[in-house]
């Protein structure tokens, strides 16, 4: 098992759960196929600890265990894990102080990827 970070976080890049986490296992893509990679952050299981402390952290709510990724997510666990196949075009985020979001801004983020629970 290992923790995803959804499409919730497709361009709201919130670096709480990088801030928290401690093996340094999330990742920004620095590569230039956005289609491939969109401009969210990333997950390596094979470093992730399963500690959930990232889970706890992200204020998108955007992070799921592997097992409990949402059916209208459920590509992004794929997506999440190609990070292992192209690791040399990623990088732990510098980080950066960020407003945290509002609960209206999170539910209509929700709506806006088809996500209702």
Known sequence: MTWV???LCIDTVN???VEVCPVDCIYQ?????KAMFPNQLYIDPDECILCSVCEIAC????IFENVDVPAVFEEDSALNAGI????????????????FPTAEQVKQNKVKWGYTA
């Open 59 to 62: 204020p998108w709510e955007a």
């Open 5 to 7: 970070i959804t499409r």
């Open 29 to 33: 893509y620095d590569g230039t196929d």
């Open 15 to 17: 670096l709480d759960c």
């Open 84 to 99: 292992l196949g192209h690791k040399s075009a990623f990088s732990v985020p510098v980080l950066e102080e960020k407003p």
